[in-house]
C-alpha cells in the first residue's frame, strides 16, 4: 500500500464564518492538537515515508505552535503546507514571525471580490485587512488563491469575475476553483451551501472567460467530468488546468484529528475510523490498521460505483464519478452523464 499526501488538523477555531465550512459542524470550537501530538504524529507520517503534510484547521494560524512545528518538521525533512484564510498575515508581528519560521509552501482560501461580498460570505467587516495580507502573500510565498464555490457566487452575477479581478489586483497570478460538498453538523447532512452541479456548471463556464481575463483559473474536480463541456474538459486537461479524483478514491491520504483520531475525509471529522495510540502507534501498525478487513470494506463502500452509467465511462478512472459526498444529497442517476 502506497500513502501519498498527509493532513493534519491542527485546531478547529477560525477567525471567519463561512457557513461552508467543515468546521461549522464543530462550531469552530474545539482542543488544540499539542505540539508533542503534532510531533509524534509527524514522526508516524515520516516512518510511512510520507514527506508532505498539509496542516489545516479551523484556520491553522491561530495555532501557538505553529512556528515551533514549522522548525521541527524542517529539521526533519518534512515539507509543511499551510492552508490559511490569510487574515493573520495583516498583522505585521505575525507575518514577520512568519517569515522566520515559515511552511515551505502556503495555500490561500479567498471568500469574496468585494467588501460586500466577503461581508456575506464570512460575517466580517475586515476586507481592507484581507486586502493587505493578500498583497504580502502574493509578493513573498505565493501567486494562486483557491476558491471553494458554493451558493454565496451562484446567484450573484458578477461574483466570480469581481473575486478574479481582486486577485489580479492584488498581484495573484492564477485561481483555483473546488466545489462545495456536504458536511455534517450533529450527524445530519448539511447542503444549504451546495449548488445543484448542472447549475455549477452553467455558473463557471458563463463566468469562465471573464475570469480568464485577469488569471489563468484552474479546478480541483470532485464534480463528474460527463457533466461538463467535453471541450472544456479536454483543454483543462491538455493545459494541466484539472485536478482529479481525491485521495479517497485513490486510497492513499492519512487524515489526523486534533486528538489523533483518523477519518477518510475532513467533512467526516465526526466520523472517525481510529485513533492513535488505540489503534495504531507507529507507522509499521498503521499500515495494518488501514490494510485490515474492516477499513478495507469501510474504503470499498465510500468508492463504490455511484450509478451503473459510470461502468463503460472512458473517463470513470479519471473523476471518480464525482466525490461521494454528493450523493448523500444528490441523486446520482439524475446528475451523471446529464447535460
Not at 505575525?94 to 461580498?117: A, D, I, R, V
Not at 467535453?230 to 491538455?238: P, Q
Not at 479517497?248 to 475510523?273: H, S
Request: glycine share 8%.
Amino acid at each position: 500500500m502506497k500513502l501519498g499526501g498527509s493532513w493534519l488538523t491542527v485546531n478547529r477555531r477560525c477567525n471567519l464564518r463561512c457557513g461552508w465550512c467543515y468546521s461549522e459542524g464543530s462550531k469552530f470550537v474545539g482542543n488544540d492538537m499539542s505540539l508533542d501530538l503534532a510531533i509524534t504524529l509527524t514522526k508516524l507520517l515520516k516512518d510511512l515515508s510520507i514527506k508532505r503534510i498539509i496542516v489545516i484547521g479551523g484556520e491553522p494560524t491561530l495555532w501557538k505552535p505553529l512556528f515551533q512545528y514549522n522548525d521541527f518538521c524542517r529539521k526533519e525533512g518534512m515539507n509543511t503546507v499551510l492552508i490559511t484564510n490569510g487574515l493573520r498575515f495583516a498583522s505585521d508581528r505575525f507575518f514577520e514571525q512568519y517569515q522566520e519560521h515559515p511552511c515551505e509552501s502556503l495555500g490561500l482560501s479567498m471568500k469574496g471580490g468585494t467588501p460586500e461580498e466577503y461581508l456575506a460570505a464570512t460575517k466580517l467587516r475586515n476586507f481592507n485587512l484581507i486586502k493587505k495580507s493578500f498583497v504580502r502573500i502574493s509578493e513573498n510565498f505565493n501567486k494562486f488563491v483557491n476558491v471553494t464555490f458554493n451558493s454565496f457566487y451562484a446567484d450573484s452575477p458578477s461574483s466570480l469575475i469581481d473575486m478574479a479581478k481582486f486577485a489580479s489586483d492584488c498581484g495573484f497570478k492564477g485561481m483555483k476553483f473546488e466545489f462545495c460538498t456536504t458536511t455534517f453538523v450533529d450527524g445530519k447532512r448539511v447542503a444549504k451551501y451546495m449548488v445543484h452541479p448542472h447549475k455549477t456548471v452553467a455558473k463557471i463556464m458563463e463566468s469562465l472567460l471573464g475570469m480568464r481575463k485577469y488569471l489563468e483559473v484552474r479546478f480541483e474536480m470532485n464534480l463528474p467530468f460527463c457533466i461538463w463541456p467535453k471541450e472544456f474538459i479536454d483543454e483543462s486537461k491538455e493545459k494541466g488546468l484539472l485536478i482529479s479524483a481525491c485521495h479517497v478514491m485513490r486510497n492513499e491520504g492519512v487524515i489526523l484529528d486534533t486528538d489523533g483520531r483518523t477519518m477518510v475525509c475532513n467533512a467526516l471529522f465526526d466520523y472517525p475510523i481510529g485513533k492513535y495510540g488505540v489503534d495504531f502507534k507507529d507507522g509499521a501498525s498503521y499500515l495494518a490498521f488501514r490494510q485490515s478487513e474492516t477499513i478495507n470494506s469501510y474504503y470499498d463502500k465510500i468508492i463504490s460505483l455511484p450509478t451503473k452509467k459510470c461502468l463503460d465511462c472512458s473517463m470513470y478512472r479519471e473523476c471518480g464519478g464525482g466525490c461521494p459526498l454528493l450523493w448523500f444529497i444528490f441523486n446520482p442517476n439524475d446528475i451523471i452523464g446529464v447535460r
